[in-house]
């Protein structure tokens, strides 16, 4: 019995540090959470790219249906202008008319920090009541992502 009681005590009195297991597990888990960390930090930029993209397109596309649900004649359209874009409307006597983006107090939608957009092809790009924007393409390249707009159809990918 006393002999037990030694063994018991002299484990639970040493006081020596921790393991080899315990510190490569604890260096593990650093790693771990350090990957994450560093991962998350580069995609945000991507992240917030990626929404501008898709927001852009998401608005295109409502001034596609815009222009199909208005009268003949009338366009509605996107106007680019490197770090925003406003949403317009063509009335048939050509005046045009900025108008309220969806989700948004205003006509304009300002892209993130850092971001901004080149259009080729015409600019504003106009919808008329079929959806078509017309006899040629148009491309919008938005920090190396393109988004293009197919003649005729309207197509937008």
């Known amino acids: 019995m006393m002999k037990r009681r030694q063994i018991v005590t ?7 540090g921790f393991t080899l297991i315990e510190i ?5 888990i650093i790693a771990i959470i350090s990957a994450v960390v560093i991962s998350r930090g580069t995609a945000t930029e991507e992240a917030k790219l990626r929404a501008e993209v898709d927001t852009l397109k998401a608005h295109l596309r409502y001034a596609q249906y815009l222009a199909m649900d208005d009268l003949p004649g009338t366009q509605w359209g996107i106007s ?3 770090s925003s874009y406003t949403l317009v409307k063509v ?12 989700g948004e107090s ?5 892209f993130a920090s850092g ?5 080729t092809g015409s600019n504003p790009i106009l919808f008329d009541e079929w959806g078509s924007p017309g ?4 491309s919008i390249t938005i920090g190396g992502q393109s ?4 003649a005729t159809t309207g197509f937008i990918p």
């Open 135 to 138: 006899t040629t393409s148009s």
């Open 10 to 16: 002299g484990r639970l009195g040493n006081n020596r």
């Open 80 to 82: 680019i202008g490197g």
């Open 91 to 102: 009335d048939t006597s050509g005046t045009t008319n900025p108008y309220n983006l969806p």
């Open 106 to 110: 205003s006509a304009t939608h300002s």
């Open 115 to 119: 971001v901004t957009a080149v259009t």
């Open 147 to 150: 988004i293009t707009i197919t």
């Open 24 to 28: 490569i597990a604890v260096l593990i």
